[in-house]
């Protein structure tokens, strides 16, 4: 089992930067395919960003050049920093964890954090 935690959300103003973490209860970098999802009221889970064990990142279209995502190894942590964000930005964020490679089919994520609210308002 894997446990999954999120932390970082939180409300910024339009323009501005947040940076989320997902801490892992073991080491799974090496082996997992990591990503994050966002789901925003009324909308349909969307992978935002993801990075496989071989450190391959894929964005979807509407966040590349503004999120990064990242990983600590060591500290068994993830990141995505965000960067330029906008209103539709808007949603909770939840990482998730698949033991394959680069995938856009979220049922294929075995373990999933808890979600954290993130809010762009001015």
């Known amino acids: 089992q894997v446990q999954l935690v999120e932390s970082g959300g939180g409300l910024v103003q339009p323009g501005g930067s947040l940076r989320l973490s997902c801490a892992a209860s073991r080491t799974i970098f090496t082996i997992y395919t990591m990503g994050w999802y966002r789901q925003a009221p009324g909308k349909q889970r969307e992978l935002v960003a993801t990075i496989t064990s071989g450190g391959n990142t894929n964005y979807v279209d509407s966040v590349k050049g503004r999120f990064t995502i990242s990983r600590d190894n060591a500290k068994n942590t993830m990141y995505l920093q965000m960067n330029s964000l906008k209103l539709e930005d808007t949603a909770v964020y939840y990482c998730?964890?698949?033991?394959?490679?680069?995938?856009?089919?979220?049922?294929?994520?075995?373990?999933w954090g808890q979600g954290t609210q993130v809010t762009v308002s001015s």
């Open positions: 998730a964890a698949r033991n394959g490679g680069y995938s856009d089919y979220f049922p294929s994520y075995e373990y």
